[in-house]
């Protein structure tokens, strides 16, 4: 297993053609968003969609993700959103460290990868359909079972829902920023990938020491396992950080969302990504029918529309999955609806019906919601983005204006806000905690290990240890260096995309609110957002 060139599939859509291309020159670039942001500066002038995977993925227990590098449909700014699922190891099987989607297919189409071929398919008859039914229908026909990934856009992507995500492998995806919308204006509904490629491994020994090793550590992640990123809510709140009802409050009464009362109630099974022991992805269950559940979806279709009840939020999640569009962004649009229209919250039927409408109806305030929350007071959105429901502090918050995250995964701003709680603390010393936190991810990123496993993939000695054992001759000062300067070839592009975190408006509810940290002060926030943008937005360059 010598060290990798990264090597990318290019579709290009237009043509219908494809092409695979090594790129010796950024071997440097360790690989994962590195290798992806590499790639998208490379083609900026073509408006590419990037996928990547990195070194250690799918030969090691967690490194179980892929990372897309986008200009978001809804932001028009530079995007990173991670998925799981088993991409990452049939990409690496199908001899490819990543795959570079440029140009607009005349029709819409489905593109069926392996390692010899990418072969563009009519896609018309998977348009319109539900969400699991383009799984059924694909997994019926196309790549080799066992050995494929499928990712797929929804009916709202078709429609022009700037906030639709893209699916994979039936119960993952890629959130928030749009992926799926992109998908639908190149007129791609989605690509399979099959691989069965073998590698052969040098240091035998040295490889199976770090792979039982890593094994041993993630046994630790016992309570991620059984209860799922839902287990945040006991946290959020016992420290009472849970938007309710358009975050009128930041806490609600009843129990019965906690991830525990799940399990007794209308919990299913579980699930894992490729190769990963934790299988932390809960999926809930309606007769014969499973849903995926986590903590920003139960959130934001649940106490953000005053719904507390397991049933009535699971039915939300269904029909949110069904139609293709994001949870998280979906609660934040209804529970706008339902303080602009002064609606009652937390009756069901409404919101099936909203969800509905929003996907049927061709009237004015539907078709204006495909492109997002307005800049109205009512909407809960940072920076053309809706809220994560995390409302724990100034770095939460932070975070979602600089866009250094936008999902439970890639966000350190609610974890950092949870060590700073009863803290004293300055406004410079918030941004050089979550800059310091943003770089450690980054480093998991390039691997690219889980989100979710910080403690082991964020660990520069873990990740030394695991990249020797793969052949890598990157030193340890040198793979912090990386990570270093990966974080700011980001900030870089985010800027020429246009990015300026100093126009980003605020919500004012989110001054009026006290968080758990107490009231924030407008003054403050502004005044961190002045001191990122003048120590570390402006030097990346
Ligand atoms: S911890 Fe969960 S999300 Fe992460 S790789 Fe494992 S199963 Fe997937």
Same mark, same amino acid.
């Given at each position: 297993m010598p060290q990798i060139i990264p090597t990318f599939l290019h579709l290009n859509l237009a043509d219908q053609n494809f092409e695979v291309k090594s790129y010796e020159e950024f071997v440097p670039k360790v690989g994962g968003?590195?290798?992806?942001?590499?790639?998208?500066?490379?083609?900026?002038?073509?408006?590419?969609?990037?996928?990547?995977?990195?070194?250690?993925?799918?030969?090691?227990?967690?490194?179980?993700?892929?990372?897309?590098?986008?200009?978001?449909?809804?932001?028009?700014?530079?995007?990173?959103?991670?998925?799981?699922?088993?991409?990452?190891?049939?990409?690496?099987?199908?001899?490819?460290?990543?795959?570079?989607?440029?140009?607009?297919?005349?029709?819409?189409?489905?593109?069926?990868?392996?390692?010899?071929?990418?072969?563009?398919?009519?896609?018309?008859?998977?348009?319109?359909?539900?969400?699991?039914?383009?799984?059924?229908?694909?997994?019926?026909?196309?790549?080799?079972?066992g050995r494929r990934s499928v990712v797929v856009t929804g009916p709202a992507a078709e429609l022009g829902f700037t906030y639709a995500p893209l699916y994979l492998d039936e119960f993952f995806s890629f959130p928030r920023g749009g992926l799926g919308r992109a998908f639908a204006q190149k007129n791609l509904k989605g690509f399979v990938v099959s691989g069965t490629k073998?590698?052969?491994?040098?240091?035998?020994?040295?490889?199976?020491?770090? @792979?039982?090793? $890593?094994?041993? =550590?993630?046994?630790?992640?016992? #309570? &991620?396992?059984?209860?799922?990123? +839902? !287990?945040?809510?006991?946290?959020?709140?016992?420290?009472?950080?849970?938007? @309710?009802?358009? $975050?009128?409050? =930041?806490?609600?009464?009843?129990? #019965? &969302?906690?991830?525990?009362?799940? +399990? !007794?109630?209308?919990?299913?099974?579980?699930?894992?990504?490729?190769?990963?022991?934790?299988?932390?992805?809960?999926?809930?269950?309606?007769?014969?029918?499973?849903?995926?559940?986590d903590y920003e979806g139960v959130v934001s279709l649940g106490p953000l529309l005053g719904l507390t009840k397991q049933e009535d939020v699971g039915q939300l999640l269904a029909r949110a999955w069904g139609l293709g569009l994001d949870p998280t962004s979906a609660g934040a649009v209804l529970s706008y609806l339902t303080e602009k229209e002064k609606l009652a919250f937390g009756n069901l039927e409404t919101y099936r019906d909203l969800l509905t409408a929003l996907v049927t109806s061709n009237e004015e305030w539907a078709l204006q919601l495909r492109s997002g929350l307005p800049d109205e007071e009512q909407a809960l959105t940072v920076g053309g983005m809706e809220f994560l429901p995390y409302f724990n502090g100034y770095a939460s918050i932070l975070s979602q204006i600089l866009r250094l995250g936008a999902t439970t995964e890639e966000n350190c701003g609610f974890i950092l806000d949870l060590d700073l709680l009863q803290k004293e603390i300055s406004?410079?010393?918030?941004?050089?905690?979550?800059?310091?936190?943003?770089?450690?991810?980054?480093?998991?990123?390039?691997?690219?290990?889980?989100?979710?496993?910080?403690?082991?993939?964020?660990?520069?000695?873990?990740?030394?240890?695991?990249?020797?054992?793969?052949?890598?001759s990157i030193s340890h000062e040198q793979l912090l260096a990386a990570a270093k300067s990966i974080f700011r070839h980001k900030l870089m592009l985010q800027k020429r995309l246009g990015f300026e975190p100093l126009d980003v408006k605020i919500p004012e509810k989110f001054f009026r609110i006290p968080t758990p940290a107490g009231f924030l002060q407008k003054d403050k926030l502004r005044e961190m957002i002045k001191i990122y943008v003048h120590d570390v937005y402006e030097q990346a360059n």
């Open positions: 968003l590195g290798w992806a942001l590499s790639i998208y500066e490379k083609f900026i002038d073509d408006d590419p969609i990037v996928f990547a995977i990195g070194p250690l993925s799918g030969i090691f227990p967690g490194a179980s993700k892929t990372i897309a590098v986008f200009k978001s449909p809804q932001t028009g700014g530079l995007t990173t959103s991670l998925a799981g699922g088993h991409l990452a190891r049939f990409l690496r099987f199908a001899g490819y460290q990543g795959v570079l989607i440029t140009g607009k297919a005349p029709t819409p189409v489905l593109v069926s990868v392996d390692e010899e071929t990418a072969d563009f398919g009519d896609a018309t008859p998977l348009l319109s359909l539900e969400v699991p039914k383009i799984f059924e229908q694909i997994f019926s026909s196309e790549g080799i079972p073998g590698e052969f491994v040098e240091n035998e020994r040295r490889y199976n020491e770090v @792979f039982l090793s $890593l094994i041993k =550590s993630l046994k630790g992640y016992r #309570e &991620l396992s059984q209860l799922g990123t +839902l !287990r945040n809510l006991t946290v959020e709140k016992k420290i009472s950080g849970v938007p @309710f009802e358009n $975050l009128r409050e =930041s806490n609600f009464e009843s129990d #019965e &969302l906690a991830a525990p009362q799940f +399990l !007794r109630g209308i919990f299913g099974k579980r699930v894992s990504c490729g190769g990963c022991p934790v299988g932390c992805i809960h999926l809930l269950r309606f007769g014969d029918k499973y849903t995926f559940y406004a410079k010393a918030v941004v050089n905690q979550l800059v310091l936190a943003q770089e450690k991810k980054t480093l998991s990123e390039l691997l690219i290990g889980c989100g979710y496993l910080a403690n082991v993939y964020e660990d520069p000695g873990v990740a030394f240890g695991a990249l020797g054992a793969t052949g890598s």
